[in-house]
């Protein structure tokens, strides 16, 4: 089915964007529709991830799109780096992660924490998509509650020994690289870049997932794997660091979620208005209308959370509460617009024809991944009164 999508802008928020927004989107746009859409259902269908398409997702500036050009990043603003993420999002989410993943997962922390001589080395790569990584921090039993992992490392001279294993990791099964959270011998956690051919790594993948299915996801095993002590990121440690990089990944997903709802919207309007029942079209009923009004007042009040989320990620001013607000609101719209949107369009929206019930076994982990919706709920509790509610 040809992509037609049409972008609703219902409160003309595109008159706040700058002309190098308004190109960067249009760029990923054109590409979404010309290289992704032709071949997303298929791939998602055969759980197969498109690795094709991971040079494009470079070249459109999705690999390190907040990172300086010095290291090959696009040296985007907040904004800019959002508008590439709805995009992307609009194509499928599993492919925005693995652009989530690469740029707020490794390459930021690489960047932040890293060593001049990490930053050269992994950095340049990493940007045009010659290397693939991934991060670890989830564990069989250390979801929502990483500060408690029992991945840890043993001080052996020259190098350290890790041990342990991570599960539900994006891009593991592919990755080159891996930024792994563990502990010290002290139980200090730190960042450190695992390479795929180490000696006593491996990276099984999970399969048999109903979400996500053109992402790779896998689990991270770690035996007696020698890591050179210079692949230790020396610049942070502590359960701030991974949750540092968690705040950028999740900025962008607020953004990443309107891009699937819109695409819900924009199908399921189009297709109200060609879809002729009672001798006129659904669109032209009450009750399809209701549905369809009620999706853009939710996807603009979307817009218009993450574009002030990015003025004030700009600033340096957004706080992790407020990221959580906007990721937890964001994509609980986006799973709401999309049950609604597959329903406007009857039997027609549970095929592959659509791209809505894509969107909707995906976003199914994005309300998981990256902070469940309902820790993001208690992080903001937490910031209104001040008490923690998480033990
Ligand atoms: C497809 C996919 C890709 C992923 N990719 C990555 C990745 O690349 N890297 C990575 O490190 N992780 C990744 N994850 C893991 C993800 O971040 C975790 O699944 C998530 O943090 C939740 O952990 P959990 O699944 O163990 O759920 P649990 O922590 O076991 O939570 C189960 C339920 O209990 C609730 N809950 C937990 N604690 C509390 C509390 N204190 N009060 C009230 N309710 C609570 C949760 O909200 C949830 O509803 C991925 C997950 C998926 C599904």
Redesign the pocket.
């Known amino acids: 089915m040809k992509d037609s999508f049409t972008s609703p802008d219902y409160y003309k928020i595109d008159s706040l964007l700058t002309e190098e927004h308004l190109l960067i989107r249009q760029a990923a746009r054109d590409w979404v529709k010309k290289e992704v859409s032709p071949i997303i259902e298929d791939c998602a269908q055969k759980a197969r991830f498109p690795s094709e398409l991971c040079s494009g997702l470079a070249s459109v500036g999705a690999f390190g799109p907040h990172i300086p050009t010095e290291y090959g990043g696009a040296g985007l603003d907040a904004i800019g780096y959002g508008l590439l993420m709805q995009e992307i999002e609009r194509g499928d989410s599993g492919l925005r992660?693995t652009a989530s993943?690469q740029s707020s997962?490794v390459m930021y922390p690489i960047w932040k924490f890293g060593s001049e001589a990490q930053k050269q080395k992994y950095l340049p790569k990493l940007a045009t998509g010659e290397l693939m990584g991934?991060?670890?921090?989830?564990e069989p039993d250390?979801?929502?509650?990483?500060g408690d992992m029992t991945t840890h490392f043993k001080d052996a001279g020259d190098h350290v020994i890790l041990n342990g294993a991570?599960?539900?990791?994006?891009?593991?099964p592919f990755a080159d690289v891996a930024v792994v959270?563990a502990k010290n011998e002290q139980g200090r956690i730190h960042g450190l870049i695992v390479e795929r051919d180490m000696e006593g790594f491996s990276t099984p993948e999970?399969h048999n997932?109903w979400?996500?299915r053109a992402?790779a996801?896998g689990e991270l095993l770690f035996q007696n794997v020698k890591v050179p002590k210079e692949n230790i990121l020396p610049e942070k440690s502590g359960l701030g660091a991974p949750l540092m990089c968690l705040d950028s990944a999740r900025y962008g997903i607020a953004w990443g979620a309107i891009g699937a709802a819109m695409d819900c919207y924009d199908t399921a309007l189009r297709y109200a208005q060609e879809r002729i029942q009672f001798d006129k079209p659904i669109a032209a009923t009450q009750l399809q209308q209701k549905k369809l009004a009620e999706m853009i007042t939710e996807i603009t009040k979307a817009q218009l959370l993450a574009w002030r989320l990015g003025v004030l990620q700009n600033e340096g001013e957004a706080t992790t509460a407020q990221i959580s607000m906007a990721k937890r609101n964001n994509v609980a719209m986006a799973v709401a617009i999309a049950r609604e949107a597959r329903q406007v369009l009857g039997a027609m929206g549970i095929t592959g024809e659509y791209s809505i019930m894509r969107h909707m076994m995906n976003l199914e982990?994005v309300i998981?991944?990256?902070?469940?919706?309902?820790?993001h709920l208690?992080i903001t509790g937490m910031d209104i009164t001040g008490h923690n509610?998480?033990?």
């Open positions: 992660s993943v997962l991934c991060f670890g921090l989830t250390h979801g929502s509650n990483p991570k599960m539900w990791i994006s891009n593991a959270w999970t997932k979400s996500l992402s996801t982990s998981t991944y990256e902070g469940t919706h309902d820790i208690l509610a998480f033990r």
